[in-house]
Nanobody, 118 residues
Framework: VQLQASGGGLVQAGGSLRLSCAPSASLHSLNTLGWYRQAPGKEREVVATLTLTTLRDIETLVKGRFAISTDDAKNSFDLQITNLKPEDTAVYYC?????????????WGQGTLVTVSS
């Protein structure tokens, strides 16, 4: 599965941003969708993940500022970030996994840079 992420850019603190990820496979063939981020000099961390079997938001870094959602019409999933802070500056990666024959296969997007200015 190939993932195409978009929507990054330079944003002022307090603003909002929507990142989008378009997988090459149907959303309905996927198990988990997610967004991770990696700030300079730091390890990659989870931002928000969603399991499609229950549409349950299984993990969100900061509820209320980050929200993950799916768009069946576009076969994509988005990450909405509100009240952006300079510490949100990072490369954001979208992620999906598939379950097949008892194994889990993981796929990552190329990353999109979000820079928040103070």
């Amino acid at each position: 599965v190939q993932l195409q992420a978009s929507g990054g850019g330079l944003v002022q603190a307090g603003g909002s941003l929507r990142l989008s990820c378009a997988p090459s496979a149907s959303l309905h063939s996927l198990n988990t969708l997610g967004w991770y981020r990696q700030a300079p000099g730091k390890e990659r961390e989870v931002v928000a993940t969603l399991t499609l079997t229950t549409l349950r938001d299984i993990e969100t870094l900061v509820k209320g500022r980050f929200a993950i959602s799916t768009d069946d019409a576009k076969n994509s999933f988005d990450l909405q970030i509100t009240n952006l802070k300079p510490e949100d500056t990072a490369v954001y990666y979208c992620y999906v996994d598939q379950l097949y024959a008892g194994s889990r296969y993981e796929f990552w997007g190329q990353g999109t840079l979000v820079t928040v200015s103070s």
